[in-house]
């Protein structure tokens, strides 16, 4: 009996020390476990945020490199300077008042080497409504035309700016060559003995002129272009463009030359459109855009 209960005493021991071994291993099983899984989910929220990191860099890097171009783009709108004002800037441009107050009817050589003479210069005509001198309406186009011309980036010289001056044709075409103008506008109004004539014209030098061969080719596009500004708006007289070989401040010019005759003070209706300052603004305006397109087209 006592041999019994010491066996039994014994199985229940041997169990218990299983069962406590059992569980042990269990509770380390489910402690590894848990260390296992709360290890993933740390190397998952760290591989998480080094993902996010890594991202972040690189949309920082891409933005840094946008920037950058943005950047460089601006610098380089920022440093190329405006074409237009670039190429006028360095185009100078002589405009002469046609006529003055007091004429001076002294002869002088026609061209260079000439023995015909003419007139140095004469007094023009007169509105047949508003009465103004010629050399009146010629210097106040002028001016109008060299504020236009100046705020767009050109360089502008005036052989007078007053009406008390005696300046020959001659010494007109040399003002523009001393300068050396790459445009020499000689600004004048027209008369007739037609009252009914009307209309904007422009001479230039004749072609065949030994004294202004040299010069026709530029002198006539600039009257191109300025005529085709010019007939967007006002109306033309014949065919708008007269070769003169005749003209002392033609041929004394070594520069290319154009002479704008804006309208016929002799008609009317243009007299007195010519002395409304709206009217002769938009002109003036016209005839800068074509002499604008004349200086681009020789620095192209």
């Known amino acids: 009996m006592k041999r019994f209960v010491f066996v039994a005493i014994l199985i229940t021991s041997i169990a218990s ?39 972040s860099t690189e949309e920082a890097a891409e933005e840094s490199t946008v920037d950058t171009k943005n950047t460089a783009a601006n610098e380089e709108q920022v440093s190329q300077p405006n074409q237009s004002a670039a190429i006028t800037g360095s185009f100078i441009i002589c405009i002469d008042p046609g006529h003055q107050e007091k004429a001076n009817l002294e002869q002088e050589p026609f061209a260079p080497g000439a023995s015909q ?14 009465n103004k001198p010629e050399y009146v309406l010629n210097l106040e186009a002028s001016q109008i035309l060299k504020t236009i011309l100046e705020k767009k980036g050109f360089q502008v010289i005036m052989t007078r700016t007053s009406h008390t001056v005696n300046l020959s044709n001659l010494e007109r075409a040399e003002i523009a060559n001393r300068a050396g103008a790459d445009l020499f506008i000689r600004l004048h109004a027209d008369g007739s003995e037609n009252t009914s004539t009307k209309g904007f014209s422009i001479l230039v030098p004749a072609k065949d002129s030994p004294y202004t061969k040299t010069i026709y080719d530029d002198s006539y596009q600039a009257a191109n272009f300025v005529l085709a500004h010019i007939s967007k708006e006002i109306p033309i007289h014949q065919g708008g463009i007269f070769q003169r070989s005749d003209m002392t401040g033609f041929n004394w010019s070594r520069v290319p030359v154009i002479l704008p005759e804006i309208g016929f003070m002799s008609n009317p209706e243009e007299d007195q459109k010519l002395s409304d300052a709206k009217y002769l603004t938009n002109l003036m305006e016209l005839m800068a855009a074509g002499i604008e397109e004349y200086a681009l087209s020789k620095q192209r």
């Open 17 to 55: 020390f299983i069962l406590l071994r059992f569980d042990s291993q269990s509770e380390q099983g489910l402690l590894n476990a848990i260390f296992t899984k709360n290890t993933e989910k740390s190397t998952l929220v760290k591989s998480g945020t080094e993902e996010a990191q890594h991202a």
């Open 117 to 130: 003479t003419k007139y140095k210069v004469t007094g023009g005509t007169t509105g047949v409504s508003t």
